[in-house]
C-alpha cells in the first residue's frame, strides 16, 4: 500500500488538471456570475472592437482616397499658382481664385519636353450658368485641351471628347458631367443637344461617367470645354497674353516622375527669370506627393486612434485584475480545500490564469465580432467600404490575451501561495 | 508505523508577540490505529492535525511519514502526499458548493490525473459506498448535515488513502447523525484505514480505541483501551 513519500513516489506520470478540464472549471466559475463576468470583460470588448473597427475604417478610408486620387491620372504633374496649388485634391479640376499660369508655358513644356511629357492639360475655369430648355443649374466650366480626357482619366462614357480641331475651330461643344446630364436633362439623351452655358450656346458631345462621388469631391458636376472656345466666348478675354488656372502635365515615366518635376520646375523658374525659388509665382504637385501625403496623415489618425484603443484594452485588464483578486479573496476556502486535497501551488494558479484568460478571451472574440459590426456601421454612415484586416484583428485578440495573461498573473499567483490553513481558517 | 512526531514544536507569530501552539510533542501511530485526539479549545489539537496532515509545517522536530521524513519535501510534494496519502474531513464539510455531490468526489481524483470517464465510475461507487448513490447529481445546499458530512467522507476516500484526518466531523450534526458517521469511521478503520479524529466530544472518542489529550501545546495523557 505505502509505495514510498516524495521525490521517490510517481510523480512524473500524468498528474493534475488537463487544459480542457482548467477551462471547464473556469467557465464554471463565471457562469456562476454572470453579470459581473460580463462587465469585466466589457473593456477588453470595448477596446478590442475599437482597434478592429478603427483599423478597418482607417484602411478603408486610405484606399478610397487612394483609388480616388489614382483614378483622377497616372503620372500626373500638376503646375498651378504658388502655394495655391493643393495639389489633385478632389474632383477633376479644383483651382479656385484667378488664373494666374500664362498659357504659353504649356506649349513651351510640350515643345522642350516631347519624349518625357506624353500628355499636357491646360485649364482655365469659372461658374456660369447652365441652362437646358427650362431647367437650369450652376456649375464649374472648364476650358482644358483634349488630352485632359487622358492625362485626368475623363474619358466619356457616351459620345467622345473634343478634339484638337474643336479647339483649333473654337467649336462650342462641351463635355458634361454625369450629374449634370442627370439633372439637367432628366431622362433625356444629352448627346447632340443645345445646352447654354452663360447663355451661349453649346452641343454636347460626350457624357462622362459616374465618378461615383456627391458633394465637392466630384467631378459629376463639371463641364468641359475646349480652352480656346471658354477663353474667347466665356472668360471673355480682352487684350494680353491669355491665362490658365493649371497645367496638368503627364510623365511618360512613373519612376522619374520626381525628376520631370524637378526639370520642369527649374524650366518654368527660367522662362521667368527667377532664381530665388521663394519668388516662384508657380508650383508643380506631384500626385505620389498628394497620396504620401493622405496615407501619412491617415496612418497618424489610425496610431493615434490605435493608442487611444490600447489604452482601453489596459484599462480593461486592470478591471480584469481588480475582479480578479476580488474573486481570489472570496474563494479563499475553496482554495484551502483543494489545496487539501491535492491541488498543487499550479493547479490554483493555472485555475485563477485560465479564468482571466477566457474573460479576456471571450473579450476578445466578442470585441472582433462587435469591430466588424461597429465598422460596418460607421463605413455606412461616412460612405467608406471597410476593409478587414485579419493581421490587425489578430493583433489586437493577441494583446487582449496578453492582457489577460499579464493581468491575470498576479492574482493567480497570490491565490497559488495561499497558506492552506490560513485559507481553511477564512471566514 | 505509519507516522510518527519527533520533538515537534509549533510557534506561531502574531502581531509583536510569539504564541506557541505546541511544545515539544511526541506521537507513534501505527497502521490500522483509530484514535482520537481530544482537547479544549486553543490546547493546539487542531495544530497538531494540519501537522499531521502536511498543511502546516513544524517550526521545530520532525515528523515522519511512512517513516520518511517530510521536513525537506516541496510544496509540490506535499500536495501529491495531501492527493494520495492523506483524507480529510472537517467539521463544516468544506464541500466546493457549485459543484455537485459527486463532482465534489470527483475532485481529488482530477488532481490525481484520473481520466474523467474513470473518475466519475469510481466516484459513483464510493457515493453508493456511503449510501448517497441516489444524491449523486444534488448540490450541497440540497442536502442535509449529515449527507454532506457523507459526501466529505467519499471525497476523502477517493484515492483510498491509508490516513483519514477528520476535525470534528460530528461537530455541525445531531447526535444520531452523529453517531451514524462515527459508525461509518469505525467501518472504514476495521478495513484498514488508519483514522485519527479530533474532537472534544467524550461520546466520539469513546468510539475509539486510544485517546490522546491535549492540553496548552503538550500531550498529557495516552490512553489505550481494548
Known sequence: MVAGLGKEANLRGKVGLSLVEVVRIALRAMAANPLRSALTALGVVIGVAAVVALTMVGQGTTQRITSLLEGLGTNLLTVGPAQGGRGPGGGLVRFGGPATLPLSDAYAIQEAFPGEVVGIAPVAQGNFQLKYGASNLRATVVGTWPDFARVRNAEPERGSFFTQEDVDLRRRVAVIGYGIAQDLFGGEDPLGQRLRIGGIPFTVVGVLPDKGDQGFASGNYQVFVPLSTYLQRLARLEAGEPKVNAIYVQGADRNRLKELQERLTQFLAERRGLVDPSTYDF??????????????????????????????????????????????????REIGVRKALGARPKDILAQFLAESVVLSVGGGVLGVGLGLLMARFVGQAIGVSPVFSPLSAGIAFLFAVFVGVFFGLYPAWRAARLDPVEALRYE | MLLELRGVKKVYQNGGGAFPALKGVDLRVEEGEMLAIMGPSGSGKSTLLHLLGLLDRPTEGEYLLMGKPTSSLSEEERAYLRNRFIGFVFQAFFLLPRLSAVENVEVPLAYAGVPPQERRRRALALLERVGLLDKAKSLPNQLSGGQRQRVAIARALALNPPLLLADEPTGALDTRTGEEIMALFQELNREGTTVIIVTHEPMVAEKTRRIVRVRDGEIVADERRG
Open chain 1, 283 to 332: 508650383s508643380i504637385t506631384n500626385q505620389q506627393d498628394a497620396l504620401q501625403s493622405v496615407n501619412q496623415t491617415t496612418l497618424v489618425l489610425t496610431l493615434f486612434l490605435g493608442g487611444v484603443a490600447a489604452i482601453s484594452l489596459l484599462v480593461g485588464g486592470i478591471g480584469i485584475m481588480n475582479i480578479m483578486l476580488v474573486s481570489v479573496t472570496e474563494r479563499t
